[in-house]
């Protein structure tokens, strides 16, 4: 039976572009679908092969999304928040944390077998900055779960359009994109949104060949991958 590939955080900023991608992509089909799990419903994108599969749930409410889990082969998760959108820092550490913790944890118990976290640049959870510090923390808790396969992504600042403006990342965007323009070269401090989608795309599509337990990629490796296929 084929199963598909459930994606959390999927209005964000790689969430979005990793559902736009999928109407287009060989990796998912009607059979093997991206399932979104939502809080509330995307802007729609015209998907004529039925390829995306959208499933509002309550997320303080396990029952809701355990079943979209358990048709799913493999988990993605780009769910993050920041202190001003989420409320305080204990807010964020529910969503950033917790959450994605809870996440991943009934992932591992509903049979799911590829786990594709994306975390941040400087993840580190001895870090003295509460951001990395909580960010390495996940990093080390879904390391415990001993998936079969295991991916982290900790790409640099990312650029791209969101539907929820961030005021600190907008000024870093802009600052970086001025950089770009001018031939500085970014591949170690930023990163598209779209080459970060277009890397779980071909991570999604070549699991087979993700040989080992961990697998930790950069923002070098994250741009490598992008450029697997087409």
Known sequence: IARGVALVGATGLIGTQIH???????TFSQ???LNLIVRRAPASVDDPEGKVKINVVD????SSWVPILQRSRALVSCLGSTRSQSGGADKQYEIDYTLNYNLAKSAKENGIETYILVSTAGANAKSWFAYPKMKGELEEAVQQLEFNRLVILRPGVLLGERE?????????QSLFKGMKKIGFGLTSSAIEAEVVAKCIDHLLRDEDQLTSKITTLNNQQIIEWSERHP
Do not use: I, M, W, Y
């Open 164 to 172: 929820n403006k961030r005021t600190g990342e907008e000024q870093l």
């Open 31 to 33: 059979e093997s679908p």
């Open 59 to 62: 997320f303080s409410d396990q």
């Open 20 to 26: 736009h991608r999928a109407v287009g992509s060989t």
